[in-house]
C-alpha cells in the first residue's frame, strides 16, 4: 500500500497576523493542496485558542481531512522568546483517525501519538508529531528520551515527523561547519540570537539518541537541507536552504519509495514529504498504544 506523508513548519501562518504578505493562510492552504499528502503534520501551526476558530479550517476538511490539533503547551517559564503566547500542531489525514493521544516530551512540550487504520487495504499506521525545542540540546535530549520509550512500546508500523532542531552531527558538511571554532567563535557576534541555536543544533547528539534507542532511520538517507534564513523579522533574507533540521524517521517495517522536499511557499521551513510503501498487515502487527 503506498502512502504520502509530510511535515511542514508554517511558522504560524494558518493564523492571518496581518503583519507581512509572505505566507498568507490562503497561501498556506494552496500550498498544502498541492502538497496532496494523505497524511501531513503541520508545526506552528496556529495561534487560534482552538480549532474550531480557525478560519480556514472549512478548506482543509474541503481537501478531505480530518483535523486533530494539539497545543504546545510550553513551558512558559524558560520559555518566553515565542512570537505567539499558544501555537499548536496539527495532524491532517485524509484516513479515519482511530486513536489520538497527547504526549509530554521533556517536560516541556506536548506532542502527539495517531493510530490511522485503512479498512479496505487492512493496515494500521503509527503516526508520532512533534516540534522540539529550539533553544538546548540538553532539553532536546530530554524529550528523545521520553519519545523513544513512546516509540518502544509497540511494534507498529511507525512514523515521527516534524522539526527536530536538530542535525545528523558531523557526518554532513553544514554540521560540521557549524561545529567549527570559527564559527562558535563567530556565532556571539553575527544574529548571535539565531546563530548560537544553529550552533547547538549542529551536535548531532539528539538523533543519535533517537536511531540508538529505536529502530528508526531518517526517510532522507542524503540529508538535504530543509530551513531557510528567510524567517519571521527577516524576511529580506534569502530563501536559501541550509540545514537539515525537518525530518520524516520511520520503523524498518516501512519502505521509502520517494523523498521530495517542496518549493518556498511562504515560511522559513519547507515542506517535507515522502511516499511510503507498508509492507505489514493488520494481522502482523500489534495494534495498541500504552
Known sequence: MELRVGSW??????????????????????AIKKLDADILVLLEAHSEDSIDNLTCRKQLNDMGYYLK???YQDDMTSRKDTYAKQLSLILLSKL????????????????FV????????????????????????????????DLSNVINQSSLPTVVMGDFNAMHGDDLWPAKFLNSKFIHKLSGVILPKISKKAVGMASGDTLHMLQARTNLR?????H????????????WMPSIRLIQIDHIFLSSNIQVEQFQIAPDAGADHRAITAILQLSDTLDDIATSVQ
Open 114 to 145: 495517531a493510530i490511522i487504520h485503512n479498512d479496505k487495504a487492512n493496515w494500521s499506521l503509527r503516526v508520532i508529531g512533534l516540534h522540539l525545542d529550539d533553544r538546548l540540546e540538553s532539553t532536546r535530549l530530554k524529550q528523545i528520551a
Open 224 to 235: 538535504k537541507p530543509t530551513t531557510t534564513p528567510k524567517m519571521r523579522g527577516l524576511e
Open 69 to 71: 490539533s494539539v497545543n
Open 96 to 111: 479515519p483517525i482511530d486513536k489520538f493521544e497527547i504526549i509530554r516530551l521533556g517536560d516541556f512540550r506536548n506532542a
Open 218 to 222: 531518517d526517510a532522507d538517507m542524503q
Open 9 to 30: 513548519n508554517v511558522e504560524g501562518r494558518l493564523s492571518d497576523s496581518g503583519v507581512t504578505n509572505r505566507g498568507k493562510p490562503s497561501q498556506i492552504v494552496a
